[in-house]
Structures are given as structure tokens and as C-alpha cells.
């Protein structure tokens, strides 16, 4: 669970303190578990929550721009510049360490409110209901804005990945 | 809010491709559009790879978090503290 919320508030104090209070509220709640899902899914899912509420509690900074991160195309709608094959496949770059550090350092680098969803969706496995309700938007904007967070984070990958690596 | 859909007519550009992607890949277009998707992916080397790679990005950032050593994963919950929680549960 602290390596759930390490993940997402990205400061150990704040990490502890939403695992903490996710165990308070779990307790609280407990008779609101149906017993229909696993403990570790119920508890999990509460953790997120909790980090989404520290993540809220933030002084907001403005949010930095993801255009700079979406591909770019010509007036006529080609891709400039064109796309390249990656040299590796992803079996054989998920067994070098550094390729999986270079991938967390990149999904850190997205701003916060797309990192939120890449997480929440593709590493803590939250449905895309579930994900738009926790983070109050409509599953068409969600999905919008996990695929830009895609989008961006292959942009930041892209020069390390390309051709010959 | 709906979401916004690609041009009606019969072929897609790069730029259409790649921003309605999820909604390709999710088989969320239209069977018309779907189909001038892949027609274009047929003749667009430069989709096909940023196609290969958007998946790769995908597989990744799923991959990147399994490293035990550096990112440990959710911990299962240990059997006596789900015993104990049901017990509880139990008495209510």
C-alpha cells in the first residue's frame, strides 16, 4: 500500500500519511465492505482515494502545458517529423533496469493531472468509471486525457527508443 | 461531455489517426470510420510505427512499475490481518 501511495504523492511524509489515514477510514468503513471484492482491492482503492484528496490539498501550481508533448503535424495533417520503429521489442527493454528507470523518471517528468490518470489507469489498474469518478470528470474526458498521457509520455521515451539504442 | 469524433469523409490524415487513436483501438468509431482507419494505417508507414511504439508506451509503464527490487508492488495483506478484520465484520 505505501508503495501504491509512494507512487502517487511522489513525498514519503504525504505517502505515509495517506496510507495511515486510508487505514483509519478503511476501519471506519468496514461495515460498508460487501465482502464481494478482495480486502486488498477495497483497501487499495482507498488508498488511492487518499492520495487523490493530498494531491487536491496542494497549493496548485499552474499546470504545465502537455502540447509541447503531443505530436506535431503540417497543415495538411502528415506527421512532422515522421515516426520511427523503436529497435527493441518491449520484453527484451523490460529486462534492462535502466530502461524501467528511464520509463518512471519520464512518467514523472507529465504534468500532474496526466501522470495522475497514466497511474491510476495503466498502473493501479482502476476501471475508467471508477477512475472518472474518483477524479470527478466524464469517462470521455478521462479517456482523452490518459491517451495524451500516452502520447506524451511515448514523445519523452521516442529519442531514447528509436533507432539504435 | 461527448467526445469529438474525426471528419466525415472518406479517408483520415495523420494527425486525425493519431489524436482518435483510443477510440480506435477501444473499437469506439464507427464501423465506416474504423475502416478508413485501417486503410490508412495500410499505406502510412510513419502511423504504423508511432502505432508500434504508442503500445509499447503502454506495455512500459505497466513493465517499468514490476522491477521488485525498486518498486515492491501492492502487498498482499497478510491472512490473520483479513481473519481478523472478518471477525470483526463478524460481531457487528
Known amino acids: 500500500m505505501l508503495a501504491v501511495a509512494r507512487r502517487l504523492v511522489r513525498n514519503e511524509e504525504d505517502a505515509r500519511d495517506a496510507v495511515q489515514e486510508a487505514f483509519v477510514s478503511a476501519f471506519r468503513s468496514l461495515e460498508r465492505f460487501e465482502g464481494t471484492s478482495r480486502i486488498s482491492t477495497w483497501l487499495h482503492r482507498i488508498v488511492v482515494n487518499c492520495c487523490l484528496m493530498k494531491l487536491r490539498g496542494r497549493q496548485r501550481r499552474p499546470e504545465e502545458a502537455i502540447e509541447d508533448l503531443l505530436p506535431r503535424f503540417q497543415e495538411d495533417g502528415h506527421q512532422m517529423p515522421a515516426s520511427v520503429d523503436w529497435s527493441e521489442p518491449v520484453d527484451a527493454l523490460l529486462h534492462r533496469r535502466e530502461i524501467c528507470a528511464l520509463v518512471r523518471q519520464c512518467i514523472d517528468r507529465l504534468p500532474e493531472s496526466y501522470r495522475t490518470v497514466l497511474l491510476l489507469r495503466d498502473i493501479e489498474e482502476v476501471s475508467t468509471n471508477e477512475a472518472a469518478t474518483m477524479l470527478g470528470v466524464t469517462e470521455n474526458a478521462l479517456k482523452i486525457r490518459l491517451h495524451r498521457a500516452r502520447q506524451a509520455l511515448r514523445t519523452l521515451l521516442d529519442p531514447h527508443l528509436r533507432g539504435a539504442v | ?92
Open chain 2, 1 to 92: 461531455m461527448s467526445a469529438p469524433t474525426p471528419e466525415s469523409r472518406p479517408f483520415v490524415t495523420c494527425q486525425e489517426v493519431l489524436t482518435f487513436l483510443w477510440a480506435y483501438l477501444s473499437g469506439e468509431l464507427e464501423a465506416e470510420k474504423q475502416k478508413t482507419f485501417d486503410e490508412h494505417l495500410e499505406r502510412c508507414p510513419s502511423c504504423v510505427a508511432y502505432l508500434g511504439s504508442y503500445r509499447a508506451t503502454i506495455e512500459l509503464t505497466k513493465g517499468a512499475f514490476e522491477d521488485p527490487v525498486c518498486e515492491p508492488g501492492i502487498e498482499e495483506v497478510p491472512e490473520d490481518l483479513v481473519k481478523a478484520v472478518m471477525a470483526v465484520r463478524r460481531k457487528e
